[in-house]
Every structure is written in C-alpha cells, then in structure tokens.
C-alpha cells in the first residue's frame, strides 16, 4: 500500500462547479498534512496546511479525519485558474521528511 | 529574484554520461532536497540534507549522488547517466514542513 494515495484524475468540471479531492495515509502517526498545488510544468506550491479542526481559506476547505486516516480538499465555485494538479502531502513518522501523493489532476471548463 | 534557483533548466546528454544538476537557495533554509517527478509517479525523494554536514538517502537514491557545499548549495550529480533517469528534478528547500521548489530542470537522456 502506498503511504499517501489519492484520487485518480483526471477530474473535467464546469466552472462554477465544486469539486472534492480525497487523500489516504497509511500511517496514523503522521501529524502534519498539506495540500499543494502545481501548474503544469511548474514547482509545487503550497495551497493550504490541514488542520485537524478543518480550515477555510476562501472557495477552499481542507479537512482531516485521523480515524479514518483521510485528507479532503474542497473547492467552490471552480475558476479555470484552478486547473493543476492537487497533491496531497503528509508526514513522514520519524523521518522529518514529506510524504507526496501522485496528485490529482483538475480540469476546469468554460 | 527567485528563492530557490535551479541549472541548467533543461539538458539533454547521452547515455553514460556524467551530469551535474544545481540548486542555490537565498532563503536561508538548512533543509534541502531532490527530487524527480515522472508522470504517474508522483515526486519522488532521492536525497535530501539538514544540514552541510548531514546527508541521507532517499527512496531512490541509486545512480545519484550529492553534494552539500555549503548552506546555500546543493548539487545532484549522474555518475553514468541512463535513460531512465529521464524525468523532471526538483529541489526544495523547507522551514516548517513547508518546502519551497525551484523551477524544476528538465532532463532527457539518450
């Protein structure tokens, strides 16, 4: 299994569209999680850290469930500059290290 | 100015070659790393350091290796590149579980 899996892509949405990523981890002492963001062809980004409350930051919600070692990312109202590639990051247990899941690719169109 | 500087942008070598790829950073950072991102794979680590005088193995270490000479710089060298080895190469830099990338160098080997 791997640590960190995501949902398979491509996701093809409308704009205006919400859409919603979800994320796996294997080990359940990670304590750090985190969503990026890559254009295509660019760096990854940070988008948002996940906290175990659930956060918002503008047209996005992240949210952690520990029981059920699960990271989701939630988008409104999709723009077409949301198109990129979300990856979902955690962790590693001991090793000071990331964890980086294959992302999930997001398409929006007119 | 870019934070994290990586060259050359894009190469292209033949097999069994020896290849040097570069990262400078100005952010101060004592956490470094590579990367390499193939398509359906993710980012995967192949070396990563925490400081100049600390230097391990990642998951995909073999047929690279690395220099740290100084804070600020951290190179990933081929010893004898191979095809594939093809892929686009990261470097990061991290304060905090944050990492920040460079521009990514694109690398094809024939």
Known sequence: RKEVEQDPGPFNVPEGATVAFNCTYSNSASQSFFWYRQDCRKEPKLLMSVYSSGNEDGRFTAQLNRASQYISLLIRDSKLSDSATYLCVVNKVGGGKLIFGQGTELSVKP | DADVTQTPRNRITKTGKRIML??????????????RQDPGLGLRLIYYSFDVKDINKGEISDGYSVSRQAQAKFS????????NQTAL???????EYEQFFGPGTRLTVL
């Open chain 2, 22 to 35: 570069e990262c400078s950073q100005t952010k101060g950072h004592d956490r470094m790393y590579w990367y």
């Open chain 2, 89 to 95: 190469y990261f470097c990061a830099t991290e304060r």
């Open chain 2, 76 to 83: 990933l060298s081929l010893e004898s590149a191979i095809p």
